[in-house]
């Protein structure tokens, strides 16, 4: 079995910062691209950033030179730092990842998420 396992999501002010880690584990041969969604209330999830293997990075526009993706090949990990964090950035952040586990299976991974919240 392949799981992702958020951490980071808490409660802080407009203007702050958090760092987001999501953790692969399980029956892993290689970890593809790996990517951060989120997902309002009452609105559509969508992609925040997305890192490939080899260290590609794309960024939603709305948090283009606020948020950080990078990752940890080694430890299966990959982070999200946020700053300067707006009230609009409030929703559940999702870790994704395609995954190809020890069966030689391509699976498309998703984590249970953790909850941002950013006050005014």
């Known amino acids: 079995q392949v799981q992702l396992v958020e951490s980071g999501g808490e409660l802080v002010q407009a203007g702050g910062s958090l760092r987001l880690s999501c953790v692969a584990s399980?029956?892993?041969?290689?970890?593809?691209?790996m990517g951060w969604y989120r997902q309002a209330p009452e609105k559509q999830r969508e992609l925040v950033a997305s890192i490939s293997s080899g260290g590609r990075t794309n960024y939603a526009d709305s948090v283009k030179g606020r948020f950080t993706i990078s990752r940890d090949n080694a430890k299966n990990t990959v982070y999200l730092q946020m700053n300067s964090l707006k009230p609009e950035d409030t929703a559940v952040y999702y870790c994704n990842a395609g995954v190809i586990n020890s069966g030689l299976r391509y699976l498309e991974v998703w984590g249970q998420g953790t909850l941002v919240t950013v006050s005014s």
């Open positions: 399980g029956s892993i041969l290689s970890i593809n691209t």
